[in-house]
């Protein structure tokens, strides 16, 4: 059974770094094809794509917040982290990691739960 | 960077009758790489259609995916009342990466 769950801050200031976690199960981040990525859904707003780490460690950003983002693995804890600098009110979203099995379906095929971060001083 | 468009915005139809969803790309997308996903209020989007239209795990054959180059459309034959949702396409590109619809919503007439 495959799970992930976020988890971080709830609130944070502006200008502060935001670190989530997502830990997972159910499958393993060494395991070839497999990805994970992060989403976020700002309030009554769409899905928008941020960062994907993949089996192979290589990693990938949306193009339009490349230089805030940071993606990591710990394979071994079966965790993968996201930072995101220079956090500003528009950022206020619920953030979603998610798999991706390249060898299967080639889109996310979980997700999890969501976590709901607030920029506000 | 790839563009998708969804039309209708928000589509209202009463259950039993068929939606139809349009997702259209600014350049051709790989068929191999246009997914579709049902969210409801509070939840995580769930995948539904993925290879722009082979069904997910568990997904009921009322829900279809269709489409190549830079249109493609999810059918839902016969609209249940846990269908009313949200819906988004998305495009898994070279580099890689994602981008997402703008979502349609269908919701109850």
């Known amino acids: 059974q495959v799970t992930l769950r976020e988890s971080g801050p709830a609130l944070v200031k502006p200008t502060q770094t935001l670190t989530l976690t997502c830990t997972f199960s159910g499958f393993s981040l060494s395991t070839s094809g497999m990805c994970v990525s992060w989403i976020r859904q700002p309030p009554g707003k769409a899905l928008e794509w941020l960062a994907l780490?993949?089996?192979?460690?290589?990693?990938y950003y949306s193009t339009s917040l490349k230089t805030r983002l940071t993606i990591s693995k710990d394979t071994s804890k079966n965790q993968v982290v996201l930072t995101m600098t220079n956090m500003d009110p528009v950022d206020t979203a619920t953030y979603y990691c998610?798999?991706?099995?390249?060898?299967?379906?080639?889109?996310?095929?979980?997700w999890g739960q969501g976590t709901l971060v607030t920029v506000s001083s | 960077e790839i563009v998708l468009t969804q039309s209708p915005g928000t589509l209202s139809l009463s259950p039993g009758e068929r939606a139809t969803l349009s997702c259209r790309a600014s350049?051709?997308?790989?068929?191999?790489?246009l997914a579709w996903y049902q969210q409801k209020p509070g939840q995580a989007p769930r995948l539904l259609i993925y290879?722009?239209?082979s069904r997910a795990t568990g997904i009921p054959d009322r829900f279809s995916g269709s489409g190549s180059g830079t249109d493609f459309t999810l059918t839902i034959s016969r609209l249940e009342p846990e269908d009313f949702a949200v819906y988004y396409c998305?495009?898994?590109?070279?580099?890689?990466?994602?981008?997402f619809g703008p979502g349609t919503k269908v919701d109850i007439k």
């Open positions: 350049q051709s997308v790989s068929s191999s790489y």
């Open positions: 780490i993949d089996w192979d460690d290589d990693k």
């Open positions: 290879g722009a239209s």
């Open positions: 998610a798999r991706i099995n390249k060898m299967a379906v080639a889109a996310i095929d979980y």
């Open positions: 998305q495009q898994y590109g070279s580099s890689p990466s994602f981008t």
